[in-house]
């Protein structure tokens, strides 16, 4: 083959594939207004409305607030926990705030119907699959015990905080940015509880795997910034010193950059993580049939 045909086939390469790179890895802002901005957040909060209230009683937003759905299907899968009763105590709390957090979006944006959610065993393990690069055996199961409970948990709020604090950044009215600030401020309470629960077990043994609690953490933030695909926004709760806060600490029982701020995340990087996908276009894991609302939908294929 000849450099011309090289070139040819180089130049092709480059049209067909440099589009969907950079859309994939695009981590600037995105085109909303206000209602659909926070309208988005309702994917997350449903996620984990659902998630606690199933760990605590095993069952979920119909047997509270069912109107709050929409019609939408109930999750895939959702179990009740095998929690010890302080544990039981703290998720049973984040189940009802979550409650109070869709009502607050509702009323003030409107809704849209709840999605559909993956919520079983089989979806966690293979996240969890995903994270360590093969396969545990037996599955991961989340609802087995407690700590397979809180490090299923450290997979989703810490998702609602590093959206809100994204969003808020682009909100223009009064009346959503304090909504926001609001929702951030007890999204970011329940990270924090999870983060402490588990850095309080951090060098303890995932039974039966042989695996630290720490190191189970580390897998899934590095999963998500490698879905998310921008950067470090994500770290486990033992870090090494140069990322611990200023650069004095390893422990790291609050996720911040180097000035510890919070990290933010878009709505696009959200979907890659939710998805599993590491694709906003490409729907899986916790969302099988994609997101809600006009932000999630935008990037779906019109039927």
């Keep these: 083959m000849d450099k011309s045909c090289y070139f040819f086939f180089a130049l092709i390469c480059l049209v067909v594939l440099f589009p969907a790179f950079v859309l994939a890895s695009y981590c600037g802002p995105i085109i909303a207004d206000d209602n659909d901005r926070l309208r988005f957040a309702l994917n997350l909060e449903f996620l984990e409305a659902e998630f606690f209230l199933f760990g605590a009683h095993g ?8 109107t709050f759905a929409g019609g939408g299907p109930p999750p895939i899968g959702a179990q009740k926990a095998n929690l010890d009763p302080v544990s039981h105590q703290i998720i049973e709390e984040f189940g009802y ?11 003030t944006v409107g809704k849209f119907p709840r999605p559909l959610y993956d919520l079983s065993p ?25 700590i397979n409970y809180i490090l299923a948990s450290y997979i989703i709020p810490y998702m609602g905080l590093v959206g809100y604090v994204g969003t808020i950044q682009e909100l223009v009215s009064p009346t959503t940015k304090e909504l926001a600030a609001s929702l951030l401020g007890v999204e970011a309470g329940q990270d924090a509880v ?29 999963l998500r910034n490698e879905l998310a695909m921008c950067g470090i926004k994500d770290e486990g709760i ?9 650069q004095r ?14 990290y933010a ?7 890659r993580i939710l998805y599993g996908t590491g694709s906003e276009y490409k729907p ?4 099988p049939n994609g997101g809600n609302g006009n932000v999630a939908q935008s990037f779906l294929p019109r039927v």
């Excluded at 055996?137 to 087995?144: A, E, G, H, I, L």
């Excluded at 600490?249 to 919070?262: E, F, H, I, Q, R």
């Design 284 to 287: 899986g894991g916790f969302l």
């Design 249 to 262: 600490t390893k422990s790291n029982v609050l996720s911040a950059d180097a000035n510890s701020l919070s």
């Design 122 to 146: 089989q979806n966690f393990a293979r996240v969890i699959d995903k994270a360590f690069g093969y396969k545990l055996v037996p599955p991961f199961n989340p609802y087995q015990n407690t």
């Design 265 to 271: 995340r878009t709505p696009p990087e959200i979907l």
């Design 97 to 107: 705030q979550e409650i109070g957090h869709l009502r607050a979006i509702i009323k």
């Design 194 to 222: 999870i983060r402490a629960l588990l850095y309080e077990r951090a060098y303890e043994q995932v039974r039966p795997y042989n695996i630290t609690v720490a190191e189970f953490t580390n897998k899934i933030s590095y």
């Design 59 to 66: 069952e979920g937003i119909d047997s509270i607030e069912p």
């Design 238 to 246: 033992i870090v090494p010193s140069q990322l611990g806060a200023e």
